[in-house]
């Protein structure tokens, strides 16, 4: 259940949680990110690219107070072994003590009003796990592929005009 106090906002207006957030996501997605060739500072770098508003790459945070509680983004490109597709929702991660509580929800529901307000037609995302989080919004099984040793889903969703 989502708290009442729960904010989301651009994460560049919250810079102050880069640090918490890189961090985090990039122990628990290493050993895939470390496979793609990116290093700890690559992974900040392409973070701090999400900072920016109204043009992608851009990342929304979700937070209450000084409590950084997750985030997710709208990407160019999330996925290199399908580079002709355009775009992305990806870099969804909820800090794992707030996770089941919403976050990711609230996150994606209000990243696809952001891509709408952008004019974006349709959004991709690749999950190795989260496929019926994804479906319940709207979300179809566009292919199933092997990355990087694992097996993920991509989906695709057209958004309303």
């Given at each position: 259940m989502q708290s009442?106090?729960?904010k989301i906002?651009?994460?560049g207006n919250h810079r102050r949680f880069l640090p918490a957030l890189a961090g985090a996501m990039f122990s628990h997605w290493r050993t895939l990110l470390e496979a793609q060739g990116k290093s700890r500072e690559d992974f900040v770098v392409s973070m701090q690219a999400?900072?920016?508003i109204g043009s992608l790459p851009t990342?929304?945070?979700a937070f209450e107070g000084d409590s950084v509680m997750g985030t997710a983004a709208l990407k160019p490109q999330d996925l290199d072994i399908r580079g002709h597709l355009t775009p992305w929702l990806g870099g969804?991660?909820?800090v794992p003590q707030h996770r089941?509580?919403?976050v990711a929800s609230s996150l994606i529901t209000r990243l696809v009003t952001e891509a709408q307000d952008l004019g974006l037609a349709e959004l991709y995302l690749w999950t190795p796990s989260s496929e019926s989080l994804y479906a319940r919004y709207g979300w179809k099984v566009f292919?199933?592929?092997s990355y990087h040793g694992l097996q993920i889903c991509i989906m695709h969703r057209r958004l309303p005009s």
């Open positions: 009442p106090s729960l906002d651009y994460l999400r900072c920016r990342a929304l945070v969804v991660f909820v089941g509580r919403g292919e199933r592929a």
